[in-house]
């Protein structure tokens, strides 16, 4: 049996960061490592290594699924893994990105107040304001804040459904971090065939 090395445990991390945005939610910014640390290893490195071993997501929903036994371990529609569904998710949580980050610069620049809610799927907003004492930092970052564990809180849901539906990782097929890398790697590669 393979040793397992520490960053087989991160899985445990995604069930700390959903705590502590419940309670505080100024901790949703350590959702950013997230997005930042795939990218860098994909510009560095040319590969998925992040998606492959460190994705405390994809560890959890193998858990869950595995482990747990909460997945059917039925084939996704080959849909769910086509080219165009997953690029048109990437462009579809950009946008979400960008709506985000619009509402928090609204609230920066003082044409909106501080929204206590986090939004579930985009649509469903649910009040959040317990996880926050006003005037703690600017109501921007705060802001920020809700928008960011909204977007975590959403996109693993979307993945549970699908662990559950089909197999474990279903989710990673269509992640907007996994084709984002990906398309990254590609653009490595070619460029390094170029030279």
Same mark, same amino acid.
Request: a positive charge.
């Given at each position: 049996?393979? #040793? /397992?090395?520490?960053?087989?445990?991160?899985?445990?991390?995604?069930?700390? %960061?959903?705590? =502590?945005? $419940? !309670?505080?939610?100024?901790?949703?910014?350590?959702?950013?490592?997230?997005?930042?640390?795939?990218?860098?290893?994909?510009?560095?490195?040319?590969?998925?290594?992040?998606?492959?071993?460190?994705?405390?997501?994809?560890?959890?929903?193998?858990?869950?699924?595995?482990?747990?036994?909460?997945?059917? #371990? /039925?084939?996704?529609?080959?849909?769910?893994?086509?080219?165009?569904?997953? %690029?048109?998710? =990437?462009? $579809? !949580?950009?946008?979400?990105?960008?709506?985000?980050?619009?509402?928090?610069?609204?609230?920066?620049?003082?044409?909106?107040?501080?929204?206590?809610?986090?939004?579930?799927?985009?649509?469903?907003?649910?009040?959040?304001?317990?996880?926050?004492?006003?005037?703690?930092?600017?109501?921007?970052?705060?802001?920020?804040?809700?928008?960011?564990?909204?977007?975590?809180?959403?996109?693993?849901?979307?993945? =549970?459904?699908?662990?559950?539906?089909?197999?474990?990782?279903?989710?990673?097929?269509?992640?907007?971090?996994?084709?984002?890398?990906?398309?990254?790697?590609?653009?490595?590669?070619?460029?390094?065939?170029?030279?």
């Amino acid at each position: 049996m393979k #040793k /397992k090395k520490w960053y087989n445990y991160l899985w445990i991390w995604s069930i700390i %960061y959903f705590i =502590l945005g $419940f !309670f505080n939610i100024l901790f949703a910014w350590l959702g950013m490592i997230d997005f930042l640390i795939p990218i860098i290893i994909a510009i560095f490195r040319g590969d998925k290594w992040f998606c492959n071993n460190m994705c405390g997501r994809g560890q959890l929903f193998l858990q869950l699924g595995n482990k747990c036994g909460l997945c059917r #371990k /039925k084939q996704a529609p080959k849909w769910i893994s086509s080219r165009w569904f997953r %690029y048109a998710f =990437l462009v $579809f !949580f950009f946008v979400m990105f960008g709506n985000m980050i619009f509402q928090t610069y609204l609230v920066f620049s003082g044409a909106e107040s501080l929204r206590e809610v986090v939004k579930l799927f985009w649509t469903f907003k649910l009040p959040w304001g317990w996880a926050y004492s006003n005037g703690i930092v600017s109501d921007w970052i705060a802001q920020y804040s809700f928008g960011l564990y909204s977007l975590m809180l959403t996109s693993t849901l979307i993945g =549970l459904i699908v662990m559950i539906l089909y197999k474990p990782r279903t989710w990673c097929v269509f992640c907007p971090m996994g084709t984002l890398t990906q398309s990254i790697c590609k653009i490595k590669s070619r460029k390094s065939e170029e030279l």
